[in-house]
């Protein structure tokens, strides 16, 4: 009903309702009149659209957020005024959701309406198209990317035959793939296009787009146009056949890493040529996309207000690009900062599976006074598994609370971070100071005189009033903490409730745990990856890692409450029992610490959620490395071995496996793994410590420094439901006197293995230190350099820095780490 009523219709005055949304949609390049039922595309009324564009009501009520209410009749009826009451019907209506999945920063969201004769036209060369397009990264598909087990020369072949060599097309699709969209906003050109009606599916092709790109970019084509394109489940389980555009020019293909929403931002360093990028405004202005969005957009654009006093000539109407006459735009610079966040939803549009939900509107919150059209600093926060939902509302609130309690979280945040500029406003906003600091998962909880004074103290009326008051042993519900005696203050490490911490997935149980670790891909954690060696990430180490992982038969000593007994004596127990493992094992496992002042210098880094997933992605980067591949493996011959025996002789079904159980569809027993590989005789999605040493080897033949975990402790079981996750690093890094120490552990007595032993440990510890593994810098800038960590004065329970606040804790005992949490 809603399509009928916009055919027809003409929004003529800037006083209408819908003026705003297209001003935002086309930064500001409306031209009246201008014809609503040109469009099939509309953005939802998501808190990133209200963040971007606060004084530009969107009407449609974003499904993704329930708590959402349909707008006052007199709102509504200001959108509907310009509607008509056409009896047009299109026939085979359906729609497109534009949902974005993943990382839990706010995101576009949008629906688009095709049938049989709206949004299925094709284009002519060389014009320009309003498209629509999607990160499809966390739901497994690397578009651009060259499939790792596939040969580079495959992209140089002209291919004669109807199937596609045997690559992994379905998941590295070659091209960018878009969908025309009226009402997006942004543009693309077409270039040399072949368009045809419909994609040909023809039995026996993997994947018959990827043979017409292929074969399109060795003819020198741009773009493939298919007014019926692929295949699209409904979440209500039919499917339809949405139009299809794909790039095919050279920077889509063969790519080292698969694209996310954006284009011209992610095509490589080199800009774009002028008639491949996107573009604004109507096709007439640059194009800046943030990735974090989601979708494809040009909200990283300077933009302009919109301006009611303007009169210009109808672009659509006349094909012409109508640019606006000098002063009469105002420029708000480039937006840095993220959008202002809400509650999140695991599975969304639950409540929209029926189609388009239009006319219900939450109205977009008045500017504060005083407020600008400016957009605010960005507050960075660095890697973090809190959402910015939880983020936001705790910045607000410690906000209001006022000047007092700011300057306190600044002082507090001065003592965790030195090398910060935390003390100064004019270097950190207030703003930026909160959001670091309730964005961080450990917290100092010392007495006064430890850190310095008062205003070092961590404040924790920031933190949760509840906790504030709240220090006896009996205070269980408030905060899980040992006392060291009766009714004494706390005195050690809180940490928030992992539950809160990792609120995308926690609580779960059994499968759709899997499910959801199996998607959990943070931006964080990708931008890590993206950082290369310059990649730095806060942590924390406790000694005796080995006998909680109960390595060897071990467990947990046996702690007293006397702080300093039983702390390592040598630097081999504060190190892993790994690093007695000859060269195939690591002494440097590390806890992910957001708020441990400590960062740990992580390097060329790999990141996965849970160990089966790491180990599936470098198994597929090892059996996939192409002409290298065979070079590499005769370099690793035992490793080759050790790959083969662990995957029964079959690597290829192995990664299969893995992948099943990763992605939360399998567990290892009906993945076909063998009994002994995961936990609970197979009926497991974890793998087993005894992969331990494999996903080491690998990453170190790879070339990788750092392995990261990002949710390892999180391990789904049958008939109980999780609320444990935190993240686990280990160092891959390995010195000569390393490898030397440990060969001789080999051979010999007791007294010379543990000698050996603690010749290794000690050998890694001085690299690490010399090499300034360890260092305390600024969080909002930690690649500028920092300061110094002297953690080598003498082995300890946790890892600390001499005269940083950390080395007031090095003496505590590691079952603080699951034992003292902010309550969820």
Known sequence: AFLQRTRGSLINERESAWFPYLSAVYSSQVALPFSLGSLNLFYHNTAAWRALWPHAQSPFRDCAEPWQHHCPKTTCDAFRAP??????????????????????APSLRATQIVSDSVGRATFPDHTWVEVMRMDHRPIGFEEGMHPPNCSTMVQMRLFGRLELPLCDWTHHPPGCFMRPAAGSGVWVNTGRSRAVRSLLLPAGVRNPVARDVLVATSEGLDTLQYAWGDVVEQSDGTTIRPPLLVSVRTECIGRRRGLGACLSNALGAAPLPRRHAARGGWHNRRCECEERLGLLNCAGTPRVLYNTSLSMTSARSTGAAASPPEGHYRVIGTRQAGPENTTSVRS???????????????????????????????????????????????????LAAGSAVVRRVRGYLSAVYPAGG??????????AAVAMFVSRVWFYALPAETV????????LDALSARLAGCYREDCTTAARCTAASGLAPYSGLLQLS???????????????????????????????????????????HHAYAAFQAGLNGGRWPTWTRQQTRDAPRSWAEFLDEQAAAGADGSGWWHLFAPGSGVFYHAGRTLTAPTKVAMLARLLARWEGKGENGA??????????EDVKHAALGDPARFLEALDAVASGRSTCAAAGMAADSCYDGGDSFTITDTFDALLLRLG????FDTLFFTATFARPRRNQTTRVSAGELVDLRLTGAVTHARSSTQHGTRARHAAAQARAARAMVDAAQQEGRFTLRDPLRPSDGGLPCNFSAAPSNRLGCKGHISWAVRDRIPEDRWDCQIPA
């Open 83 to 104: 509607l008509t009451h056409s009896a047009v019907t299109h026939g085979n209506l359906s729609t497109v959701q534009w949902l974005p999945r993943g990382d839990a």
């Open 348 to 398: 969304p549009c639950r409540n929209c599976a029926s189609g388009f939900i239009a006319w219900s509107f939450l109205r977009a919150p008045p500017p504060e006074d005083g407020a600008s059209d400016v957009v605010a600093a960005h507050t960075h926060v660095g890697p973090t598994p809190v959402a910015e939902e939880w983020r936001t509302a705790q910045v607000r609130r410690v």
């Open 422 to 431: 935390f003390a100064r406003r004019e270097d950190v906003s207030d703003e």
């Open 452 to 459: 310095g004074g008062e205003e070092a103290a961590l404040p």
């Open 498 to 540: 992992q539950e809160r911490a990792h609120r995308e997935f926690l609580p779960c149980s059994w499968d759709e745990c899997a499910r959801r670790l199996g998607s959990y891909a943070p931006v964080w954690a990708r931008g890590l990856e993206e950082q290369g060696v310059d990649a730095y990430v806060e942590v924390s």
């Open 631 to 640: 070079g590499l493996r005769l370099a690793n011959a035992r490793l080759e």
């Open 700 to 703: 170190r033949a790879l070339g």
